[in-house]
T-cell receptor, first 116, second 110 residues
Framework: DVKVTQSSRYLVKRTGEKVFLECVQDMDHENMFWYRQDPGLGLRLIYFSYDVKMKEKGDIPEGYSVSREKKERFSLILESASTSQTSMYLC???????????????FGQGTRLTVV | QKEVEQNSGPLSVPEGAIASLNCTYSDRGSQSFFWYRQYSGKSPELIMSIYSNGDKEDGRFTAQLNKASQYVSLLIRDSQPSDSATYLCALAGDAGKSTFGDGTTLTVKP
């Protein structure tokens, strides 16, 4: 059974804190993604990575950074958390072997982050 | 214009009815199309994928793709209360990046 695991289900952080969200996948997928989901705004891509140490900005990268030191792990970092970053954060991975780039995403369970 | 547009919803159908969810997209080069189901407070899970024009059936679910008209739809036959969820239409592009619609919330009333 494929699995994408996010380190926390719920987090409460204070404004200005540095926040780390961790994601691990056990499917040996090349691609990993971080999305945030807000009511009325749908799923928005923050960053994605198609290989170790490689990253590309998505649609809303401001205020975030990422790290991918190992293939199975993709971390999202909020450098200085703000209340506007209160949201549901979803990690996902997808398979790109053998040129199969157009494949479905597998999601983690999500992290509900509240910044106070 | 958004890249992926879905019925604004919410959609309500009685138990046993057919629920029809629609999605249009703007990129004519899109190759892969997916439907995800998302229960409240949970993450999206894939329920159907479709790559070729026509219909694809899986149990009570049928995905329909028409690339000439740039739409993809999902039919749920014999709808059950457990089908009540938000359904997300998605297109996969380069490097596996998916573009998602905003979702249509379906309620199946017993």
């Amino acid at each position: 059974d494929v699995k994408v695991t996010q380190s926390s289900r719920y987090l409460v952080k204070r404004t200005g804190e540095k926040v780390f969200l961790e994601c691990v996948q056990d499917m040996d997928h090349e691609n990993m993604f971080w999305y945030r989901q807000d009511p009325g705004l749908g799923l928005r891509l923050i960053y994605f990575s198609y290989d170790v140490k490689m990253k590309e900005k998505g649609d809303i990268p401001e205020g975030y950074s990422v790290s991918r030191e190992k293939k199975e792990r993709f971390s999202l970092i909020l450098e200085s958390a703000s209340t506007s970053q209160t949201s549901m954060y979803l990690c996902a991975s997808s398979d790109a072997r053998d040129g199969r780039s157009y494949t479905e995403a597998f999601f983690g369970q999500g992290t509900r982050l509240t910044v106070v | 214009q958004k890249e992926v547009e879905q019925n604004s919803g919410p959609l309500s159908v009685p138990e046993g009815a057919i629920a029809s969810l629609n999605c249009t997209y703007s990129d004519r080069g899109s190759q892969s199309f997916f439907w995800y189901r998302q229960y409240s407070g949970k993450s999206p899970e894939l329920i159907m994928s479709i790559y070729s024009n026509g219909d694809k059936e899986d149990g009570r679910f049928t995905a329909q793709l028409n690339k000439a008209s740039q739409y993809v739809s999902l039919l749920i036959r014999d709808s059950q209360p457990s089908d009540s969820a938000t359904y997300l239409c998605a297109l996969a592009g380069d490097a596996g990046k998916s573009t998602f619609g905003d979702g249509t919330t379906l309620t199946v009333k017993p």
